[in-house]
């Protein structure tokens, strides 16, 4: 089987044996065939290429200023590739096994509102003593050591910026 052969073999495949949708066929398509293009470019091609012919693949997408997390699909889609041709005997390992990826970037918390924290305040069950000493303690000290208050400063609201609310300024 020949290069040209193989990635419309492992599309089949995809569909048949794990039922990808159309969506997440397609994205595979185009992750392969940019690498596939890379590859010959370089002279060789699924079955022969190595780590230093990925880790090249992997500094043009950085050169191209790709995303983080498209680099990592793109990454993730031609360890499947490699991986689907070890499992046909076709490759002996997977080139991508020892390649680093990019470093993602943490995600910063969302958010939240002034009408989340009020709500959040108001919260309190006053069915029970719990919530009836919650609800006590929003009532005649807003900014106490309630959990709800002690987490909405963890959350980067500073103690006098929370008194002052509780006055009814802004901070």
Request: contains cysteine; aromatic residues 4%.
């Amino acid at each position: 089987m020949n290069d040209v052969e193989l990635l419309p073999r492992f599309l089949d495949d995809m569909l048949v044996e794990h039922g990808l949708s159309a969506n997440t066929l397609e994205a595979y398509r185009h992750d392969l065939e940019g690498l596939a293009d890379h590859l010959q470019r370089r002279g060789t091609g699924w079955i022969a290429a190595g780590r230093d012919d990925l880790a090249q693949w992997l500094e043009v997408m950085v050169r191209e200023r790709l995303a983080p997390a498209s680099m990592a699909r793109k990454r993730s889609s031609a360890g499947r590739m490699f991986r689907w041709l070890a499992a046909r005997e076709l490759r002996l390992d997977d080139p991508t096994d020892l390649l680093e990826g990019p470093k993602r970037g943490r995600r910063l918390p969302k958010v939240l509102s002034e009408a989340d924290v009020e709500a959040l305040l108001a919260a309190p069950d006053r069915n029970d003593d719990l919530g009836l000493r919650d609800a006590a303690r929003r009532m005649s000290k807003p900014c106490s050591r309630h959990p709800t208050v002690t987490m909405i400063w963890g959350c980067a609201m500073p103690r006098g910026g929370c008194r002052s609310l509780a006055r009814g300024t802004r901070p």
